[in-house]
């Protein structure tokens, strides 16, 4: 194509996108493309421009090396995402990002003037965490069709049916009585027995004697839409529902395929015909999740026996073993009697070569494993007691909790903790049906978009880390190895699993077939 009509697309293209681009990095574009042919051109010009918005820009206009590292990144290798194909991530390694509400997009870290995320906190990490949930939730409940303003052509009855939400500080500013309005807000308890709805613009007192509540656990800190009527400083609630959910694939046709889920791939997983090919090539694939695998137990340990005798023959591609690894984890002894709880598992795992060599170990820390006491996120239980297990079984990994798993296109994020027995507790008012308590459970964390919707003087979190609880955009599996009855539930297109405690429950644990996406419960039964 002629150099002058190439730079004019060029830029026409970067302007349409609010972006300028500098005479040099026009030049550097324009030879790149010289030999580019016209029917490929317009698909390249759009990935380096997405490329380049990746970027942490300080304005729009774009330099040369801005462009060369996009021209870079669109021309890697696709075989890359081969190596893509299983990858454990990390709480600390999960990437943030915060949510502009003026240009409607998520923006990495780096491109806000919000500081490196430290462990120790400062007062502002505190309150970005509740403005980060409280943003997601309502950029998320705005997009439902419930709340979307509809055309200016639409049939009168359509608008009939939508809902408008309104802010505290509305509320507050109202002198006469305000009927039936939806608030976004989270529940808080400011005074002793008296509950408030917060939301970054004020706060206002409930009025709960008359509140009917839809299904779910709703304890304090959790976000909810609040429906009812204002007067006297007072807002009396009619009726308590949880923020929207919507599955992934909503929320990628929004936001594209910004990798949220973290791991080596510098886009979504989810857009690779690849890893789909692999995916679904790869029937035998098998992930088997086992939780409280209490190794000071000899009882437990013949059942691993007899687990790892069963699965010789055909090796699950993982076993995912989840805290706590001691069934009395206390005491001076503690440490060395996990190394040596370890040790016998590792030789137990070496009695079996098919195992030892095939399947890769994961294990996730419980609440009262060895480790910083019980702020989440929890670090990997430490080197010095896993260093002689790891020697013997070169395929484990020692992670986080909570933890996301990649494997070819689906996400899975595993989490540890006694949570269903928390919320619970903490709720503001007892569901009615306690027979369908995981189903309240899921819907609660799904709505919540968090693994821990509690305060934090219930559930202490690392202020600056709370981004490692995300629920958002949702996962293909959650697993939230809990003491609670195992269970399995699927909402909104996301698996949620419960293995359940494997000594307390009669040895059960869940099989998990990623290429048809189906979970099956095991027992071992005593032979």
Known sequence: MEPERLRRRLSSAFRLRGLVLRPDALKYLTEAFQSTSEGELDEIIENVIDAVEKQPLSSNMIEQPLVEAAVQECSRAPDEAIENVFNIIGAFDIPRFIYNSE??????????????????????????????????????????????????????????????????????????????????????????????????????????????????????????????????????????????????????????????????????????????????????????FVSDVWLDQAEVLEKLHMMFSGYSSAPPTCFFFCGNFSSAPYGKNQIQSLKGSLKALADIICEYPSIHQSSRFVFVPGPEDPGPGSILPRPPLAENITQEFRQLVPFSVFTTNPCRVQYCTQEIIIFREDLVNKMCRNCVRFPSSTMDIPNHFVKTILSQGHLSPLPLYVSPVFWAYDCSLRVYPLPDVLVTADKHDPFSVTSSECLCINPGSFPRSGFCFKVFYPSNKTVEDSKLQGL
């Not at 462990?119 to 439902?144: C, N, V």
């Not at 303003?149 to 359509?158: E, G, R, T």
């Not at 206002?204 to 959790?222: C, I, R």
């Open 103 to 288: 240009r409607k997009k998520f923006l990495p870290l780096a491109m806000t003037d919000l500081p490196r995320p430290s462990l120790f906190g400062t007062a502002r990490d505190k309150a970005e965490l509740f403005r980060e949930r409280y943003s997601i939730l309502q950029q998320r409940t705005h997009r439902h069709e419930l709340f979307t303003p509809s055309p200016v052509d639409a049939h009168p009855d359509d608008s009939k049916n939508k809902f408008q939400l309104k802010t505290v500080e509305t509320l507050l500013g109202s002198p006469a009585k305000v009927g039936e309005v939806i608030v976004l807000g989270m529940i808080t308890q400011l005074k002793e027995g008296k509950f408030f709805l917060e939301d970054p613009t004020g706060v206002v007192q409930l009025d709960l004697s008359k509140a009917q509540f839809h299904s779910g656990l709703y304890t304090e800190s959790s976000f909810v839409l609040a429906e009812g009527w204002y007067e006297d400083e007072v807002f009396h609630v009619n009726a308590f529902g949880f923020p929207p959910t919507e599955p992934s694939a909503t929320t990628r046709a929004f936001y594209g395929n910004i990798n949220f889920f973290g791991g080596p791939s510098s886009t979504s997983v989810k857009a690779s015909a690849k890893l789909k090919q692999l995916e679904q090539e790869n029937e035998d694939a098998m992930f088997v």
